[in-house]
């Protein structure tokens, strides 16, 4: 009866045994899944850093072209306001 008793609890402990597995490569799936997917948002935000620096540097440009025009502006127009009598 000892036997049989032993082998009934061995199966229930085999069996959630079992399922544990299961669930522990379930859970696996699921983080490696998680880490493919931060994987492609580093990825992505890593792109999306190299971009706003290169538009940084356009609009420096930008701004610089903008303030060389305007200072040629005032000066031209100071040099005719300088000519009038």
């Known amino acids: 009866m000892a036997d049989e008793r032993g082998m009934i609890i061995g199966d229930r402990v085999e069996a959630r045994l079992d399922k544990l597995t299961e669930d ?3 859970i696996k799936g699921i983080l490696s899944g998680f880490r493919m997917a ?3 948002m580093d990825k992505r935000i890593g792109d999306l850093s190299s971009r706003m620096t290169s538009i940084e ?3 420096k440009w930008a701004i ?4 060389t025009g305007i200072l ?3 000066g031209m127009c100071m040099t005719i306001l300088s000519k009038l009598p």
Do not use: R
Request: hydrophobic share 60%.
């Open 38 to 40: 931060f994987d492609q």
């Open 64 to 67: 610089g072209l903008i303030i």
């Open 24 to 26: 522990v490569a379930e």
């Open 57 to 59: 540097s356009l609009q």
């Open 72 to 74: 040629a502006i005032v």
